[in-house]
């Protein structure tokens, strides 16, 4: 089975602040990486698909990078909707999948 | 547009047999690459996903559900069942099915809203 290690568990930070979250994989994953952001009570919601390919209608201040095992999505510029909790997601092995822990992103 | 929704019982009891539809529109189920799987997430806790039923009707499970679970589809109705044998309250969570799509790496494009049960006597 393929580990993932989200980095940090939880950060605060303020608006506008530039925020990196990273994922680490225990395999060589190409870049078979995605990234979703989860608010309470919701559904997650794809942000960023293999590794760095922005989904459709989501803000540019979110980017992806990374290849093999380390990854790393980004919000430059935070702004208050960009608050919930943050997960990665490896597809390598579809069509079994695996999640990261989590990273919970609260605005200061 | 592509639309998913779940649907089944709030509450079921340990050792039961749950049960959880998950009913798809704006698209066919048989459509190539296109997958339908389902996840979970505990109360407070992380999303951990369960099963996967591809457009070729090929069917993958979590070894975290030692075998307990059975996704089927039925295309003619737009639906995925999963089936989760002898549950426990460690079953109970809030389930979520999601399609994955035509995007370079099958990523989870559309989620439906997720179904909360829980396990209790």
């Known amino acids: 089975d393929i580990q993932m290690t989200q980095s940090p568990s939880s950060l605060g930070a303020s608006l506008g602040d530039r925020v990196t979250i990273t994922c680490r994989t225990s395999h060589d994953i190409s870049t078979f990486l995605h990234w979703y952001q989860q608010k309470p009570g919701k559904a997650p919601k794809l942000l960023i698909y293999a590794a760095s390919h922005l989904q459709s209608g989501v803000p540019s201040r979110f980017s992806g990078s990374g290849s093999g095992t380390d990854f790393t999505l980004t919000i430059a510029g935070l702004q208050p909707e960009d608050f919930g909790t943050y997960y990665c997601?490896?597809?390598?092995?579809?069509?079994?999948?695996?999640f990261g822990q989590g990273t919970r992103l609260d605005i200061k | 547009q592509v639309t998913l929704k779940e649907s089944g019982p709030v509450q079921v009891k340990p050792a039961e047999t749950l049960t959880l539809t998950c009913a798809v529109s704006?698209?066919?189920?048989?459509?190539?690459?296109?997958?339908v799987s389902w996840t979970r997430q505990p109360p407070g806790k992380a999303l951990e996903w369960l099963a996967h039923v591809s457009s070729r009707d090929e069917k993958s499970y979590s070894t975290s559900l030692e075998g307990r679970a059975t996704i089927s589809k039925d295309t003619s109705k737009g639906q995925v069942v999963l089936t989760l044998a002898n549950v426990d309250p460690a079953d109970t969570g809030t389930y979520f099915c999601a399609r994955s799509g035509l995007d370079l790496g099958q990523p989870f494009d559309y989620w439906g809203q997720g179904a909360l049960v829980t396990v209790s006597s």
């Open positions: 704006g698209y066919s189920l048989s459509s190539p690459r296109v997958g």
């Open positions: 997601q490896q597809s390598y092995t579809s069509p079994q999948f695996t």
